[in-house]
């Protein structure tokens, strides 16, 4: 019997690496397969519905720039753009690079690509409208705090922002860490449409982010947060700021949110929590009070 235990645990190790073996040999071909089937447009390669949104009127003095988060796309903003947009403000929803096309595109995505591409969007508004406040969602948190550090818009909404994942009782250690230690030897992760963190459950068939990741993906995504939450970012964010966040979200930590809110100098920020939704907040239960909010912030500029 001795010999029979020790001879299972020897041969634990071999069983997980022929596992790991198979699921990335496996794994690439399916998110390829996967990849194919999506529909999108032919002469651009974004898929459908994934487009970067401008509306709202031209010849008004205030603009806004949304910057939506990891793996995801404008659509992840629901109609708050055209929400926002009926209040007299242009509204542009950018596209991140790597993002809605295809998850291998995101694979080789640095985290100075997107901070470059949302510093341009933000740069171009800044140079045609006298006001613009740029918004942005869970790692789109993140790139808005690192621009508006450099670029000093008018004002920064943050929903949901991504500095820390949260961590559950049984993680053990920090999920930045697993991921660290994961991602050089598991290089794609699958995340079924149904499991959407969003507690309205039929909403979860609405919104357009990959099913396939790339880890690679995670630590960019990574070390855009953690540039965002470095001092050296956050003492320079001194614009009126908004943080909207839920305290049941169960991707991005509320609590490393609310740490990294009292570390913001701004005299003029405020932190709304939410309860009933959990991380893609214009699609949960709290949605109309996130409209609201984000109305009543920006008629500051009114």
């Not at 800044?126 to 790139?143: E, F, P």
Request: aromatic share 10%; net charge neutral.
């Amino acid at each position: 019997m001795a010999l029979f235990r020790i001879a299972v645990i020897l041969f634990i190790p071999f069983l997980l690496i022929g596992a790991l073996l198979f699921w990335n040999n496996y794994a690439p071909k399916e998110a390829e397969r996967y990849d194919r089937t999506l529909p999108r447009n032919p002469d651009t390669g974004i898929l459908s519905g994934a487009e970067a949104r401008t509306c709202g009127p031209d010849d008004t003095r205030k603009a806004i720039l949304f910057v939506h988060g990891f793996i995801a796309t404008p659509d992840c903003f629901s109609d708050l753009p055209e929400y926002v947009a009926e209040r007299g403000w242009h509204v542009r929803a950018m596209l991140l690079p790597g993002h809605g096309t295809s998850p291998f595109d995101f694979q080789k995505t640095s985290p100075a690509a997107l901070e470059e591409a949302v510093l341009k969007e933000l740069d171009a508004l800044q140079q045609r409208y006298d006001t613009v406040v740029i918004l942005g969602h869970s790692m789109g948190a993140a790139l808005a705090t690192i621009a508006a550090a450099q670029k000093q818009p008018d004002g920064l909404i943050l929903t949901a922002p991504y500095y820390a994942v949260t961590k559950q009782w049984y993680y053990i250690l920090r999920p930045e860490t697993w991921a660290g230690l994961v991602s050089p030897i598991l290089h794609w992760v699958y995340r079924p449409q149904n499991m959407q963190p969003v507690n309205r459950a039929e909403a979860r068939g609405e919104i357009l982010s990959y099913n396939w990741i790339p880890s690679k993906g995670a630590l960019t995504a990574m070390a855009v947060a953690g540039k965002a939450r470095d001092d050296t970012i956050l003492q320079k964010i001194t614009m009126p700021t908004l943080l909207i966040h839920s305290k049941n979200d169960t991707v991005t930590d509320p609590a490393y949110a609310e740490a990294v809110y009292n570390r913001i100098p701004s005299k003029d920020k405020t932190l709304h929590w939410l309860l009933l939704s959990d991380h893609i907040l214009f699609y949960d239960y709290d949605r109309e009070t996130v409209k609201i909010q984000i109305a009543a912030f920006l008629k500051k500029w009114d």
